[in-house]
């Protein structure tokens, strides 16, 4: 698997988008990008995977350059419960396991 | 829907104790996982299956053991607790490889080991 970076931490208003970036320099054409994140101390929580179009769902959209080098989480209205840390992770085809780094821990400033 | 069940939620040991963490899962999934996640870190996995029947070993599996006798159970053993196995314990399931299919995590199992 590609290796991700992410910024440590992150702030952002309530109300406002949320645009989380991560990098994946090294990412194979087979890999795909995928984002989770973890509330408090729960179980994490699937938001969205890509691999090379942009995608939205009902929770964020992810963009993808089109180099794939990197990518960015958008979460367009951020609430107060969006408050987490979000994990960038990118995974080869086949792979039978994720790999999770440390994330970005995001805070909603009220 | 229940989604992925752990049980139980804490659970204090003393060293040298024995227990078993019980996932289970009702969606009829093919992969499970277990992770570890320490204080201000990420997840680490310790073991995993593809199947029932299957098992197999990940990042940090020393001092565990795992069996899926069932589809729907995932059981992971500490045969011997020792205080560096003091963490939170995530079970996870998915539909298929984790880079196609979205992996769904239980609240976890707060173990400590005194």
């Known amino acids: 698997d590609a290796k991700t970076t992410q910024p440590t931490s992150m702030d952002c208003a309530e109300g406002r988008a949320a645009n989380l970036p991560c990098n994946h320099s090294t990412i194979s054409g087979n890999e795909y990008v995928y984002w989770y994140r973890q509330i408090h101390s729960q179980g994490p929580q699937y938001i969205i995977h890509g691999l090379k179009n942009n995608e939205t769902n009902e929770m964020a959209s992810l963009i993808i350059t089109e180099d794939r080098k990197s990518s960015t989480l958008i979460l367009p209205h951020a609430t107060l419960r969006d408050t987490a840390v979000y994990y960038c992770i990118a995974s080869n085809f086949g792979n039978e396991k994720l790999t999770f780094g440390t994330g970005t821990r995001l805070t909603i400033i009220p | 829907n229940a989604g992925v069940t752990q049980t139980p939620k804490f659970r204090v040991l003393k060293t040298g104790q024995s227990m078993t963490l019980l996932c289970a899962q009702d969606?009829?999934?093919?992969?499970m996982y277990w992770y570890r996640q320490d204080p201000g870190m990420g997840l680490r996995l310790i073991h995993y299956?593809?199947?029932?029947?299957?098992?197999a070993k990940g990042e940090v599996p020393d001092g565990y053991n795992v069996s899926r006798l069932k589809k729907q159970n995932f059981l992971l053993g500490l045969e011997s607790a020792a205080p560096s196995q003091t963490s939170v314990y995530f079970c996870a399931s998915s539909f298929g490889l984790p880079w196609d299919q979205p992996q769904h995590f239980g609240d976890g199992t707060r173990l400590s080991i005194l």
């Open positions: 299956s593809v199947g029932e029947g299957t098992t």
């Open positions: 969606m009829n999934h093919e992969y």
